[in-house]
């Protein structure tokens, strides 16, 4: 394990000379016919972005800014190169929650819940282009309880589960392009929560960031390093780690963390999240293990970061929380109509970030830039 410490991670942060100024294209991704508030919460390669309308739950994905389609009866938390939306539903009935997972594709909606629907939340987050989608879920055999106790993944239509002993708590949302999974467990015999890494045969333990606490996976490139959030016990903080084969690496930063999205590192290892100065919670850049000062202001987070290098992420300015663009040492703001107080939750190599308005109430708006320079 190679650590860096707070004083490596203050003389680590460096400065990136700016380019020229960039030129943006907005578009509102319009509600379908008898809604008025969406989100949008992913984006692919070709620009595609999901979300949910917000009356109905149902999942929408817009392939233009207007006449989004609805793709299932869920909220649409990912998608694939091929369109393939990756669907949760979180049903409200007379007695308990109930929660499912589906997978709309070729026009229609396919349950992908291990066991059926479950009064215990799924984890879930991601979908390649393949179509797998790695889970967590809680065994109907494992008893009562409020926790995902198993991890298992669906490749080519069929649920295998994962070759690891009962747990406590399993997080299995992560998955690559040639279909490395990877997540954090915490056993039930106690010895220690550990993140881990699994190809479509074999899985491998990853070596803890710290001497005690848990891990959280986020993001996984295609040379399958790892990067996610070590929680230590005492003192009680978080740091932003990365998995390289079986080395882990401490990232400079105090209070930090990974960005919980599937673009939170590229194909060049750079890792995107939060990280805490004097006190307030600002974007980060790890690039080739430093920290890069992404010119941000107030509160905010990196969210995204492509393979050019592009960050899309948010901040608090004057007027509000914005969402920004970053290439190369220049963070261009990235406008709402009336400066609604927006977030950035995608960005894809082209240069396309989506994002959504944070109201207090309804409507809530989803929004598409396409950046270029």
Not at 117 to 134: A, E, H, K, M, Q
């Amino acid at each position: 394990m190679r650590w860096l410490s707070v004083v490596a991670a203050m003389t680590t942060l460096f400065f990136v000379a700016p380019y020229a100024e960039a030129s943006v294209e907005f578009e509102e991704l319009l509600p379908p016919a008898g809604e008025r508030s969406v989100s949008a919460w992913a984006v692919n390669e070709a620009g595609q972005a999901v979300g949910a309308a917000h009356s109905t739950g149902d999942a929408l994905r817009w392939d233009g800014a207007a006449n989004p389609v609805r793709v299932g009866s869920s909220l649409g938390i990912g998608v694939n190169g091929r369109g393939d939306v990756l669907t949760y539903l979180r049903l409200n009935t007379v007695g308990p929650l109930l929660y499912s997972i589906a997978v709309w594709e070729n026009g229609q909606e396919v349950d992908r819940s291990p066991q059926g629907r479950l009064t215990v939340p799924f984890s879930v987050r991601d979908i390649n282009d393949s179509g797998v989608v790695p889970v967590g879920y809680r065994h109907n055999s494992d008893g009562g309880g409020y926790e995902t106790t198993r991890g298992g993944t669906w490749r080519n239509g069929r649920f295998a589960d994962l070759p690891f002993p009962k747990a406590t708590k399993v997080a299995h949302r992560v998955v690559n392009t040639k279909g490395t999974t990877a997540g954090s467990l915490t056993p039930l015999d106690g010895t220690g929560n550990f993140a881990f890494r699994c190809s479509a045969t074999t899985c491998t333990r990853l070596p803890a960031a710290g001497p005690a606490g848990t891990h959280d996976a986020s993001a996984l490139n295609e040379s399958d390093v790892l990067a996610g959030t070590w929680w230590s016990v005492e003192p009680r903080s978080s740091r932003a780690v990365v998995w390289n084969g079986t080395a882990v690496t401490v990232l400079p930063g105090v209070n930090a963390g990974v960005a919980d999205n599937p673009r939170a590192i590229n194909e060049r290892g750079d890792v995107v999240g939060r990280h805490e100065v004097d006190g307030v919670r600002k974007p980060a850049l790890w690039r080739g293990g430093r920290l890069v000062d992404l010119g941000a202001t107030g509160t905010g987070e990196a969210v995204a970061v492509n393979d050019r290098g592009d960050v899309a992420g948010w901040h608090t300015t004057a007027d509000g929380v914005r969402p920004f663009f970053w290439h190369a040492g220049t963070l261009t703001d990235l406008r709402t109509p009336n400066d609604l107080p927006s977030k950035a939750s995608g960005l894809n190599n082209a240069g396309v970030v989506i994002g959504t308005a944070e109201q207090f109430g309804p409507p809530s708006r989803a929004y598409r830039w396409t950046v270029r320079y």
